[in-house]
């Protein structure tokens, strides 16, 4: 065969030099990514072994419960030590716990309340174990959806009396110590007839007649009458406080206890 016969043969048409060159072109970017690939797996794994290593696992924050005296099976669970401490008293026949960093808190806090009685608290090994269901009644697994609604309730009462409070509140370290220092130096004051003598036993009565402008015993009556303000404003916060956490104590289904924080919210009283 001649060289120009050879040549001719090796002459492709257009349909496949296109297929040729696609394919070409295919084993090309084919080989490139699987060259990526084995790069970036070893980088990805050298990666997830820095993150296992230091990464830690999620903190629990330390809970506090609520034990059936009995049976040590669950009635409640929370963080916050008032709140569990009031739903002890209001369910006879429990007692509380606190610093609890098991490690299956979380799993029972998302839970049902229902659910609740069937974890039973070890307090020797402190760690959460599985109740016996044949001593699970419905009257428990009530009694801890009961305690759960009362613990929602219980914060949010509690946040709105705060809020009612925050018009005293002066929110700076110690200024609650000054205020009632204050009150004290200003009534030994009105108490010795605002001798001035005895300005040097008033330190901060004399800080405030001064930055105020006014004389001795006018700083004292003043500061006397905003600790007068003061208290009455507290003391009808505490009424309504004692008021409405007697009714929610004595509260015995979840209905009620709605219709209780729906008439505080609406009127302001228990």
């Given at each position: 065969?001649?060289t120009?016969?050879?040549?001719?043969?090796?002459?492709?048409?257009?349909?496949?030099?296109?297929?040729?060159?696609?394919?070409?072109r295919?084993?090309?970017?084919?080989?490139?990514?699987n060259?990526?690939?084995?790069?970036?797996?070893?980088?990805?794994?050298?990666?997830?072994?820095?993150?296992?290593?230091?990464?830690?696992?999620?903190?629990?924050?330390?809970h506090?419960?609520?034990i059936?005296a009995?049976?040590?099976?669950?009635?409640a669970?929370?963080?916050?030590?008032?709140?569990?401490?009031?739903?002890?008293?209001?369910?006879?026949?429990?007692?509380?716990?606190?610093?609890?960093?098991?490690?299956?808190?979380?799993?029972?806090?998302?839970?049902?309340?229902?659910?609740?009685?069937?974890?039973s608290w070890?307090?020797?090994?402190?760690?959460?174990?599985k109740?016996?269901p044949?001593?699970?009644?419905?009257?428990?697994?009530?009694?801890?959806?009961?305690?759960?609604?009362?613990?929602?309730?219980?914060?949010?009462?509690s946040?709105?009396?705060?809020?009612?409070?925050?018009?005293?509140?002066?929110?700076?370290f110690?200024?609650e110590?000054?205020?009632?220092t204050?009150?004290?130096?200003?009534?030994?004051?009105?108490?010795?007839?605002?001798?001035?003598?005895l300005a040097?036993?008033?330190?901060?009565?004399?800080?405030?007649a001064?930055?105020?402008?006014?004389?001795?015993?006018?700083a004292?009556?003043?500061?006397?009458?905003?600790?007068?303000?003061?208290?009455?404003?507290?003391?009808?916060?505490?009424?309504?406080?004692?008021?409405?956490f007697?009714?929610i104590?004595?509260?015995?289904?979840?209905?009620?206890?709605?219709?209780?924080?729906?008439?505080?919210?609406?009127?302001?009283?228990?």
């Amino acid at each position: 065969m001649s060289t120009l016969e050879k040549a001719e043969r090796r002459k492709l048409s257009l349909s496949e030099w296109i297929t040729d060159t696609v394919a070409g072109r295919t084993k090309w970017y084919d080989m490139i990514e699987n060259t990526q690939k084995n790069i970036s797996m070893p980088l990805k794994n050298i990666v997830d072994k820095i993150r296992s290593r230091f990464s830690k696992p999620p903190r629990v924050v330390a809970h506090c419960v609520v034990i059936d005296a009995g049976n040590n099976t669950l009635v409640a669970i929370g963080t916050q030590i008032p709140a569990i401490a009031f739903l002890r008293e209001s369910f006879m026949d429990t007692i509380y716990d606190v610093g609890i960093v098991s490690p299956e808190v979380l799993q029972i806090k998302a839970s049902d309340p229902r659910t609740y009685p069937e974890w039973s608290w070890d307090f020797a090994n402190r760690v959460f174990t599985k109740t016996n269901p044949a001593i699970i009644t419905k009257g428990m697994r009530e009694r801890a959806v009961l305690a759960a609604k009362k613990g929602e309730i219980i914060f949010r009462a509690s946040y709105v009396i705060n809020r009612g409070r925050d018009k005293v509140n002066p929110g700076l370290f110690f200024q609650e110590t000054i205020y009632a220092t204050k009150q004290k130096q200003a009534q030994l004051l009105k108490d010795a007839a605002f001798d001035q003598t005895l300005a040097a036993s008033a330190p901060y009565v004399v800080q405030y007649a001064d930055e105020s402008g006014m004389s001795l015993q006018d700083a004292a009556e003043d500061i006397l009458f905003q600790a007068q303000l003061f208290h009455e404003h507290l003391e009808k916060t505490e009424k309504v406080r004692l008021a409405l956490f007697r009714k929610i104590r004595r509260a015995r289904t979840p209905a009620e206890l709605d219709d209780i924080m729906e008439r505080f919210q609406r009127e302001g009283v228990a």
